[in-house]
Each structure stands twice: as C-alpha cells, then as structure tokens.
C-alpha cells in the first residue's frame, strides 16, 4: 500500500506517521509489560481510565475548554468500568506503575492522533503509524535476542487475531475515524472494549466449554459506558433543545 501511494507521502505527513507509530509502540509496550507485572484486570482499568486523562491532557497540551458533558461521561464511563472488571487491586507496584503510565500514553495518542489525522491522508497516515511501530517492534525483539518463537497454529492464529486484527487494522481505522471525531468520544468508545469482552465471554465457549455469564453489577457496568457515550454527543443534546423550542412547556389551569 505505501509503495502505490508512496507520491502521496509527504516530509510533514512522514513526521506525524513516525511520531504516531513511536507513541502506538509505547502502548503496545507498556500494555505488554503490565501483564506481565499486574492482572489483566488491572491493566483493563488503567487503559479504561484514559478516558478520565483526555480532557485533563487537552486542557493542558491544546488549551481546549471542555465542558460539563465531557466530565460526566468521563466520570460516569469510569464508574462503569469499576463495575464491569471488578477485583480491582490498586497496591504500589512495577505493574501498576507501568499500568498508569499507559494510561497517560494512550490518553497522549489519542490527542495526537486527533491533531494529526486532520492534517492530510489518514489513511496512509494510519498505515505509516503501523509500518513505523512495527519498525520498532522489530528493533527491541532483535535488541532482546530474537528469541525463537516455534510456529503452530495456535500461534499462527494469535498472530493474525492480535497481530493484524486487533493491531493493524484497529489503529488505522482509528486514525482515518479521529478525522471525523473527537479525541474523549474515541477514548469512550475505546472503553467499549471490556464490554465486549464481557458480551464474547458469555457467548464463546472456553476450551472446557464453559460460558462466564454477567453478573448484575457488570450490566449496569456495560450500561453506564452506553451511556457515558450518549453523554457525551452533545449534538444530541443541542437537538433535543431544538425540539423543546416548538413544544414549549404548557402553564398548568
């Protein structure tokens, strides 16, 4: 792809592809080492909690002012987060520590990412990002000793679920996505991700053939980050104020 369009590859949009495909390696790395430091439930919560860390970071990098809606469906998106992944143990700790500061990185990716993407293609923009972090990915396995890795199906299978799917194919949509939308609606939608987690877990079998059903305070966990979302579109609030206009309120006899 980036040897068809590589005419279309300018000096300023290689700039932004190295710098979002250095800032997408951090993520990967520190995501990485939390799991191997914390629980997976910890490093849910620190990635969920970004979400609480864009408005913060773009008060802060951009100068932009963010509104009421934007703190409550960041408070509420939290909340609901709690819910879902329960059995939270936020002790001081390598993993934990590695867990904030990916939630810092992935707060800053989404705000570059967002000042990026409306500056040219974004979509040969979110294929330079993977081309760049894939470039790094490589350097630090072949800087820890290119560990040989025994190729079976299942690892065939992981390659190509994490690999291409979950990596290279989310993060470019995310990019050409963050030219149409905000950086805190894309961070909700990213805390999505153990909603349907939990919605796949309860309708994939395990290996044993198990289920793992919701428990009631993990729905109202999934409900609150819908609505965390809904929140914060206030273009629907503006049109619900519109349609108020031509039903004014009645004066009671």
């Known amino acids: 792809f980036l040897v068809i369009y590589r005419k279309k590859i300018t000096k300023d949009l290689l700039k932004s592809g190295v ?27 620190f ?11 773009s008060v802060l990098i951009y100068k932009i002012k963010i509104t009421k809606f934007q703190i409550l469906s960041s408070v509420i998106s939290i909340l609901g987060i709690l819910l879902l992944i329960g ?17 810092i990185c992935v707060a800053a990716q989404l705000l570059v990412t967002d000042n990026q993407a409306k500056k040219g293609d974004a979509l040969i923009l ?7 972090c894939s470039f790094f990915s490589s350097a630090y396995y072949i800087a820890n000793g290119a560990p040989k ?40 939608i990213f805390s999505c991700e153990p909603v349907f987690g939990a919605l796949f877990s309860a309708m994939i079998p395990k290996s044993d053939g198990s289920l793992e059903y919701l428990t009631m305070s993990q729905v109202i966990g999934c409900l609150l980050i819908l609505i965390a979302i809904f929140i914060s579109d206030e273009v629907i609030f503006s049109k ?11 004066e009671p006899k």
Request: glycine letters at 6%; a positive charge; zero cysteines.
């Open 126 to 132: 979110g294929f330079l990002q993977i081309f760049i």
């Open 47 to 57: 990635t969920g909690a970004s979400v609480a860390l864009v408005p913060l970071l």
């Open 240 to 250: 619900i104020k519109k349609i108020q206009r031509f039903y004014p309120k009645r």
């Open 87 to 103: 059995n939270l143990s936020l002790d001081f700790s390598f993993g934990n520590l590695a867990g904030v500061i990916l939630a």
């Open 149 to 188: 890795v025994e190729l079976n199906s299942s690892v065939i299978i992981a390659l190509f679920v994490t690999g291409l799917l979950s990596t290279a194919v989310a993060f470019t949509i995310q990019v050409v996505a963050q030219k149409y939308t905000t950086p805190l609606k894309t961070a909700l």
């Open 19 to 45: 710098l979002l495909g250095f800032m997408l390696f951090l993520v990967i790395f520190l995501t990485v080492t939390s799991l191997r430091a914390t629980s997976a439930v910890n490093v849910s919560f």
